[in-house]
């Protein structure tokens, strides 16, 4: 019963919102069980350069619903590395601005933990932009956060990311991580860059 209320009331909470967006927009933020195609983003937001100011906006924006705030994440990233995109980079700064903002970095709950977990969980899609070591120390730091779900996903995300320069970092909080989850994800990330042959650079 709990379970259906919870439903209930975010749809209503999307409804009520439903006047910022225009339809397609929503179409492409609202759906769950879907990812939206480069071509429904393109459509619903227009031009490259649209798209990443229109998304940007909605993640940044207070008033939009949770749902719609983090699928505007996950759109951004999916339309930016689709073939022919040409906006990585934007997704990547788009997705650091959040890591490094300390509105979300002291989000304990809400919607802002729920964006910074997507912008952690998404930073490992974007690995053909290479990050920059402040951007590597940045998503390092994520790995004190007091959420363990956040701390899961900067593991993961440094261990897709495959940067060397991550290892010793992930090897200190391994020694300090109370939790077994965090353990497990620190320690796949570690074999998994241990195992490359890739150095870091001093």
């Known amino acids: 019963m709990k379970t259906h209320v919870l439903v209930l009331a975010c749809l209503l909470a999307m409804a009520a919102r ?5 339809t ?3 179409n ?4 769950v069980d879907t990812q939206a195609t480069a071509s429904q983003i393109s459509a619903a937001f227009g031009s490259s350069a649209q798209v990443v100011s229109s998304l940007t906006s909605i993640v940044a924006d207070p008033t ?4 719609s705030r983090v699928r505007a994440v996950q759109a951004l990233v999916n339309y ?3 073939p022919g995109g040409t906006c990585s980079a934007d997704a990547q700064s788009a997705l650091y601005a959040i890591v490094t903002s300390q509105a979300y970095l002291s989000a304990r709950d809400g919607a802002d933990l729920l964006v910074l977990r997507a912008a952690v969980e998404m930073l490992g899609s974007v690995p053909d932009v290479p990050p920059t070591l402040p951007d590597l120390v940045a998503l390092e730091n994520v790995l004190s956060h007091p959420s363990r779900d956040i701390r899961v996903s900067a593991a993961r995300a440094l261990r897709t990311l495959r940067n060397a320069c991550a290892v010793q970092p992930l090897r200190n909080r391994f020694q300090q991580e109370p939790i077994d989850q965090v353990r497990a994800a620190i320690s796949d990330a570690l074999a998994q860059l241990v195992s490359d042959t890739a150095t870091c650079p001093q």
Not at 18 to 22: F, M, Q
Not at 28 to 31: A, E, G, Q, Y
């Open 80 to 82: 930016c590395t689709a």
């Open 24 to 26: 397609g927009q929503q």
């Open 64 to 67: 939009q619903p949770p749902g």
């Open 18 to 22: 439903a006047d910022v967006l225009s």
């Open 28 to 31: 492409v933020l609202t759906t």
